[in-house]
């Protein structure tokens, strides 16, 4: 069965550093996610990626946040300036008309 | 604004009974409604797509209903088992695939 896979499973980062979240989508799949949940918290949409290119981001998707697929397998998260609030678990998924979600990285800012 | 709600944060239901958890949303027209069933500390996993002109669809022992007029979705596990305890999520596409918004969730414990 085909699966979604992120790496790494838990990133630690000190507040105001970049980090690159990555993932390898389903490949013949239409779109590809970022979402992130909050402990406790309901999932929240942060962009679409459709045919190379943003499809549509959220009021959370702030200019601190970038999506690449840079080289037609993986789909990579970044964000340039950490701050606390974005402690969170951060999942990537593709859709087809079924939406996969990879197993999700958990992100803790210090 | 568009929200989503779902019946309640917490369900307990005996084992072979089955379960019913409500989604309802406000100011919002949804192309497709679909539910998941997230355990804790993983990423959601897609149990079924219900479409707009739908009216019910099913899953061996899963049906969800669609009724766009009452803007609301029911999921019904049928002869409930223990290990179907997890949260349920319902999520709202408003735009063929571009974005999805997620409900709050229903923790659903089925007790031996």
């Known amino acids: 069965e085909p699966e979604v896979t992120q790496t790494p499973s838990h990133q630690v980062t000190q507040m105001g550093q970049e980090v690159i979240l990555r993932c390898v989508p389903i490949?013949?799949?239409?779109?590809f996610y970022w979402y992130r949940q909050i402990l406790g918290q309901k999932v929240e949409f942060l962009v679409s990626?459709?045919?190379?290119?943003?499809?549509?981001k959220s009021e959370i998707f702030d200019d601190q946040f970038s999506v690449e697929r840079p080289d037609g397998s993986n789909f990579t998260l970044k964000i340039r300036s950490t701050k606390l609030e974005d402690s969170a678990m951060y999942f990537c998924?593709?859709?087809?008309?079924?939406?996969?979600f990879g197993p999700g990285t958990r992100l803790t800012v210090t | 604004s568009q929200k989503i709600e779902q019946n309640s944060e917490a369900l307990n239901i005996q084992e072979g009974k089955t379960a019913t958890l409500t989604c309802n949303y406000t100011?919002?027209?949804?192309?497709?409604l679909q539910w998941y069933r997230q355990d804790p500390g993983r990423g959601p996993v897609f149990l079924l797509l219900?479409?707009?002109?739908?009216k019910e669809k099913r899953k061996e022992r899963l049906k969800v209903t669609f009724d766009t007029t009452l803007k609301q979705s029911l999921f019904h596990i049928t002869a409930s088992q223990p290990a179907d305890s997890a949260t349920y999520l319902c999520?709202?596409?408003?735009?063929?695939?571009?974005?999805?918004?997620f409900g709050p969730g229903t923790r659903l414990s089925v007790l031996p």
């Open positions: 998924a593709s859709w087809s008309y079924e939406q996969y």
């Open positions: 490949s013949n799949h239409l779109y």
């Open positions: 990626f459709y045919n190379n290119e943003i499809s549509e």
């Open positions: 100011n919002y027209s949804p192309a497709y």
């Open positions: 219900i479409r707009e002109n739908e």
């Open positions: 999520a709202l596409d408003g735009n063929y695939g571009q974005n999805f918004v």
